[in-house]
């Protein structure tokens, strides 16, 4: 079945050290997505691709990074320059038109 | 800059009663995208309006999109307590010809027995 895998489901960060979120899809959708979802808000964008080998800042891009080495895969890294990193995040692709399907995101948590 | 606005934040509702939740944009768009979100779930695409007019139903739910008021409903009819969740409006942000989506604060709904 076709979807977005998010990895892993729960990660513990702790001060000064940079993580990875896994975003994987089998969709063959050239545009991914990262949001980002604090307790009791909406989504905020972080970065976003259009296609492989291209990217762009959202919103809210400083303290995080991204590639878009395959067109599968768009992982985010979020470095220690993210001061306030504990959130979910969530990861998408698609079409505008269809709607964009989500994975089951990454909950992220400072220790 | 486009803002998505959502109303109410709450609603908390008996069963059987309808309502309607508003979602408020401030730039042209002729595209907007409900979904629903589940206590620590990710999003589930509910509805998607690409016209002005634009009408679509799914048991219970009804979403409508009028893009000159930049205004779009999601009415509840006789809810029920599987309804209860978060709601989120979000809004195709077009520019240099990439799309994104602008997510509404959400409308956390909560159906009481």
């Known amino acids: 079945d076709g979807g977005i895998t998010q990895s892993p489901k729960y990660l513990f960060r702790k001060e000064g050290q940079n993580v990875t979120l896994s975003c994987e899809q089998n969709?063959?959708?050239?545009?991914m997505y990262w949001y980002r979802q604090d307790p009791g808000q909406g989504l905020r964008l972080i970065y976003y691709?259009?296609?492989?080998?291209?990217?762009q800042k959202g919103d809210i891009a400083e303290g995080y990074s991204v590639s878009r080495e395959k067109k599968e895969s768009f992982p985010l890294t979020v470095t220690s320059a993210q001061k306030n990193p504990t959130a979910f995040y969530l990861c998408?692709?698609?079409?505008?038109?269809?709607?964009?399907?989500f994975g089951s995101g990454t909950r992220l948590t400072v220790v | 800059e486009l803002k998505v606005e959502q109303n109410p934040l709450f609603l908390s509702m008996q069963e059987g009663k309808n309502y309607t939740i508003y979602c408020n944009y401030s730039?042209?768009?002729?595209?907007l995208y409900w979904y629903r979100q589940d206590p620590g779930k990710s999003l589930e695409s509910l509805f998607v309006?690409?016209?002005?007019?634009a009408v679509k139903q799914e048991g219970r739910l009804m979403a409508s999109l009028d893009t000159k008021a930049r205004l779009s409903t999601l009415h509840i009819t006789a809810a029920v307590h599987d309804l209860s969740a978060t709601y989120f409006c979000?809004?195709?942000?077009?520019?240099?010809?990439?799309?994104?989506?602008?997510f509404g604060t959400g409308t956390r709904l909560k159906v009481l027995a």
């Open positions: 309006l690409l016209s002005n007019g």
């Open positions: 998408a692709s698609g079409y505008s038109h269809y709607g964009y399907t």
């Open positions: 691709s259009q296609i492989v080998n291209d990217f």
């Open positions: 969709l063959n959708h050239d545009a």
């Open positions: 730039t042209t768009s002729d595209r």
């Open positions: 979000a809004v195709d942000q077009v520019g240099s010809g990439t799309y994104k989506y602008i």
